[in-house]
């Protein structure tokens, strides 16, 4: 009997090692990147790439990135035992010169469900890059032409955020790549994140303006790329009011209604 019990227990510990084993396992070739020194405007991108070593298919759940700058993609179909996926890592350096270190965490159903990835290196700005490239690469790079420098939204209500819609062209031999905002009042910001525009194409960017002091106000804003004749700069120009009805109404009230 006591052989019998012994058999049992040894055959259910096996059972419950071979279920614990039965799961998709995602072996990295790596999971630290370092870019080294990254000049300042470029999309640095690296692919983390990966191999289900395991029983199972890997489906990957999430991918977070530990700050707005890098944008993750990955693998969204399941990734069969023998099969490889990628986790695509992509850190936006424009207007952010020095250096940088992020992860960007994989959560799965893998026998590891969480796996932290590592991308590193050092930004250098403009006039940095600028002073190592020779003349014809300087012809060779981005060059971000405005169609216009200001938008008046003329009278706007305090708390409102009017759109301002901008032609960016691409001038120059390669991607133009569009980087962070920055003005004085900290209230402009892109409707959606622009994407790479192509050499001698154009493409629509949207400025959302959220400027809640009252007056006549003109804030210059800053668009940082990776065109290396320096960053972008334009004017957004509004009469901000309390309550725009009401100034409305004020205004009818002193004009005569004739009868009718």
């Not at 424009?94 to 469900?113: E, I, L």
Request: glycine content about 8%; charged content about 20%.
């Amino acid at each position: 009997m006591k052989n019998f019990v012994s058999l049992f227990l040894a055959l259910c510990f096996s059972l419950a090692q071979l279920g614990a084993r039965a799961q998709g396992t995602m072996t990295f070739e790596k999971d630290l990147h370092d870019f080294g020194s990254v000049a300042e405007g470029t999309m640095a991108t690296y692919e983390f790439k990966f191999k289900n070593t395991g029983t199972q298919p890997i489906i990957i759940a999430n991918v977070q990135a530990s700050c707005g700058c890098t944008t993750p993609d990955w693998t969204k179909t399941p990734v069969l035992p023998g099969k490889s996926g990628i986790i695509k890592a992509m850190y936006s350096s424009a207007g952010r010169p020095g250096v940088f270190n992020k992860t960007v965490t994989v959560t799965s159903n893998a026998s590891t469900p969480s796996t932290v990835l590592t991308i590193k290196g050092s930004v250098l700005n403009k006039d940095e890059v600028k002073a190592t490239l020779t003349p014809a690469q300087l012809a060779q790079s981005p060059r971000l032409v405005l169609d216009r420098t200001a938008h008046d939204f003329g009278k706007m209500e305090a708390g409102q955020q009017p759109t301002a819609r901008f032609t960016v062209k691409n001038g120059g031999k390669q991607d133009l790549v569009l980087g962070m905002l920055s003005s004085a009042c900290n209230c402009v910001g892109y409707k959606a994140t622009p994407t790479p525009i192509k050499p001698g194409q154009s493409s629509t960017v949207e400025l959302i303006y959220g400027q809640r002091q009252l007056g006549k106000m003109a804030d210059v804003v800053t668009i940082s790329s990776n065109d290396m004749s320096g960053d972008t700069k334009l004017t957004l120009k509004a009469n901000v009011v309390r309550d725009l009805n009401a100034a409305s109404m004020v205004k009818e009230s002193g004009v005569a209604v004739p009868f009718k």
